[in-house]
Each structure stands twice: as C-alpha cells, then as structure tokens.
C-alpha cells in the first residue's frame, strides 16, 4: 500500500507560515516523499523531497519524522499565490501515488 | 530551460470520436509519463517510458487508449472511441532518474500543463 493520508483541506493567513501534515505510515527504507502543488488549471509543480533528513529549499521545509511515518511541509510566509492543492506522494519502482491533496486556503 | 509541452490545452469531442494528445517532454529527459485526473483526484499514471520503450502500462485501459513515443522524445496519446467517462484532465510528465532507472527511489518529474478533454 503506497498511500498517503492528508487533511482534505486548510486555512492559514497570509504571512504566516503554513504547515501541511502527510501520513505515509507504511512507507519502506529507500523510499523518498515528495511534495507537489497544483494550482488551479496547470500541471502539478514540484517543490521539495526527502528521504531521513529534514530539507530546505527556496520554497518550503520538509520535515521529516524520525521514524519516518509523517511528514510534515512548511511554507515559512504564505502568500496569496500559495493558494493551491498540496500533494504528498511517495515513489515506488518510479511510480507517484497522489492521493486527493490538500487544498490550502490563504486568505489575507 | 522549457518546461513539458503539450498540446492543445483544451478539447472538447464527441463520444465514439477519436482523440489525440501530443507531449515534448523536457530536452534530455529520457522518461516520460501520462497521467490522467479526474475532477478532484490526484493524478494517476496511465503509462511510463524509458526511451522509446514503455516499461509499464499495467494502468493504460487498451481497448480504447494507446500510445507511442517513436524516437523516445515526443509522444502521444490516443483515445479510441472516446467514452464519456474519459472526460478528464491528461498530464504528461518527464524526469531524468540517477542511477538505476527502474530500481531509483528518487525520480523528480515535472509536469505539463496538461489537456483537458471533455467528451459530451
């Protein structure tokens, strides 16, 4: 089972960091976690992965558990044009499972 | 550097009429991937390439859906005849693993802006 589970949806206010939890409990040793946005009409933009330590990209913060059972995305500033579905994914044999996301509600 | 291209960006059809739809993936990327999502869903993945091969279509329903990529660069993606039930959003997607491309764990794909097919 290579699901994931996310709250369907989630609000938070502009400027204020936003934090997007992801249960992948099964997930094995050698697989990453991705995370991706859709905003509405386009394709789904890549943001970060990672596979035991915690990451930092110029978008968000991946924290990752310890025994690696959740996780957790961070968008330190949320702005308006953060308003998008956020999709936790784990890779098996190069193969995404995207569940439904969470849609993420910034409002000024 | 450009992005995935696909096109056209809408369509809107027929049952039992065909449609196509065509990807350039990213320049270099050897694989290449088409998803299909339904209105609030997350993409699903209808077929994988490596090159010019498909290495797994276990998802691609082949009475009606195939595909091909000839020169493992661009590809396509027809739907014959088409049913009302495929009215969906297609996504192409490229991605150029390390290592063992099969056995990686790690594959950041990037995505098209996908085409939207309506079947009325």
């Known amino acids: 089972d290579a699901k994931t589970t996310q709250p369907p949806s989630m609000d938070c206010a502009e400027g204020r960091a936003a934090n997007l939890p992801c249960n992948h409990s099964t997930i094995s040793g050698n697989e990453y976690v991705y995370w991706y946005r859709q905003i509405h009409s386009q394709g789904p933009q890549y943001i970060i992965h990672g596979l035991k330590n915690n990451e930092t990209n110029e978008m968000a913060s991946l924290i990752i558990t310890e025994d690696r059972k959740s996780s957790t995305l961070i968008l330190p500033h949320a702005t308006l044009r953060d308003t998008a579905v956020y999709y936790c994914?784990?890779?098996?044999?190069?193969?995404?499972?995207f569940g439904s996301g969470t849609k993420l509600n910034v409002k000024p | 550097e450009a992005g995935v291209v696909q096109s056209p960006r809408y369509k809107i059809i027929e049952k039992k009429q065909p449609v196509a739809f065509w990807c350039n993936p990213i320049?270099?990327?050897?694989?290449l991937y088409w998803y299909r999502q339904n209105l609030g869903q997350g993409p699903e993945l209808l077929i994988r390439?490596?090159?010019?091969?498909?290495?797994?279509d276990s998802q691609l329903p082949k009475d009606r859906f195939s595909a091909e990529r000839l020169k493992g660069v661009d590809s396509t993606l027809k739907i014959q005849p088409a049913e009302l039930g495929d009215s969906a959003v297609y996504l192409c997607a490229s991605s150029s693993p390390e290592g063992l491309a099969i056995h990686t764990s790690t594959d950041t794909q990037y995505f098209g802006p996908g085409t939207r097919l309506t079947v009325l």
């Open positions: 390439y490596e090159n010019e091969e498909a290495v797994d």
């Open positions: 994914t784990r890779i098996n044999f190069n193969k995404f499972y």
């Open positions: 320049s270099g990327h050897n694989t």
